[in-house]
């Protein structure tokens, strides 16, 4: 059992950044695939980023490619999400989530992943 908690979204201006975090609970944090997802108003929960267990490889939507970076520290059970030159298109609920080990995966399918976060609003104004 994993329980995920995410911080740091807010009010921010269109151009600013934000840096999200998702702390996890459990000993086999390092095992899981983390993945970044986003609820806009009136929309369906949609694919950030993701990254590998071992942080080596990451994966982005083309919506926030070349603006968002996904991390993790297994020593902190902790994977974060910097994301620049916000836009209001970006206002939305961002939740964290985790994927067991598994020999296939997609990484952007919500259907992977096994826990998830309660989620950090985060709002940028024009």
């Known amino acids: 059992q994993v329980q995920l908690v995410e911080s740091g979204g807010g009010l921010v201006q269109a151009g600013g950044s934000l840096r999200l975090s998702c702390a996890a609970s459990?000993?086999?944090?390092?095992?899981?695939?983390m993945g970044w997802f986003r609820r806009a108003p009136g929309k369906e929960r949609e694919f950030v980023a993701a990254?590998?267990?071992?942080?080596?490889?990451?994966y982005y939507a083309d919506s926030v490619k070349g603006r968002a970076t996904i991390s993790r520290d297994n020593a902190k059970n902790t994977v974060y999400l910097q994301m620049n030159s916000l836009k209001p298109e970006d206002t939305a609920v961002y939740y964290c989530a985790a994927s067991q080990p598994r020999p296939t995966r997609t990484y952007y399918d919500q259907r992977e992943y096994n826990y998830w976060g309660q989620g950090t609003q985060v709002t940028v104004s024009s």
């Open positions: 459990g000993r086999t944090f390092s095992m899981y695939t």
């Open positions: 990254i590998t267990w071992s942080g080596i490889s990451t």
